[in-house]
């Protein structure tokens, strides 16, 4: 089992900036692949980024590509999302989850999650 719990959100304007972090206790952090979701309600949970168990390699949704950049601290067992420009669209419950294979990108692949942190931006 690993348990994550992500922190980080809040309230921000257009054009402004948030860092998430998921921190992850249980089995060895090291072991897995990382992703962070998002859920508007009524909505498919959608795919944000995902880095490798290394933090070799990383891939993004199209929409965050060039904004938001993922990150890892395997001494510290954390996961990080920044999030820079932005914009009324990016406003969701933000998941972090973990998953023992690289490359994936849908919620079905993913094995761990956590509870979630909201980020909403104001325009």
């Known amino acids: 089992q690993v348990q994550l719990v992500e922190s980080g959100g809040g309230l921000v304007q257009t054009g402004g900036s948030l860092k998430l972090s998921c921190a992850a206790s249980?089995?060895?952090?090291?072991?897995?692949?990382m992703g962070w979701f998002r859920q508007n309600p009524g909505k498919e949970r959608e795919f944000v980024a995902a880095?490798?168990?290394?933090?070799?390699?990383?891939y993004y949704a199209d929409s965050v590509k060039g904004r938001f950049t993922i990150a890892r601290d395997n001494a510290k067992n954390t996961v990080y999302l920044q999030m820079n420009s932005l914009k009324a669209e990016d406003t969701a419950v933000y998941y972090c989850?973990?998953?023992?294979?690289?490359?994936?990108?849908?919620?079905?692949?993913?094995?761990?999650w956590g509870q979630g942190t909201q980020v909403t931006v104001s325009s």
């Open positions: 989850a973990a998953d023992r294979s690289f490359g994936n990108s849908h919620e079905r692949e993913y094995d761990y």
């Open positions: 249980g089995r060895p952090f090291s072991m897995y692949t």
């Open positions: 880095i490798s168990d290394s933090g070799g390699r990383s």
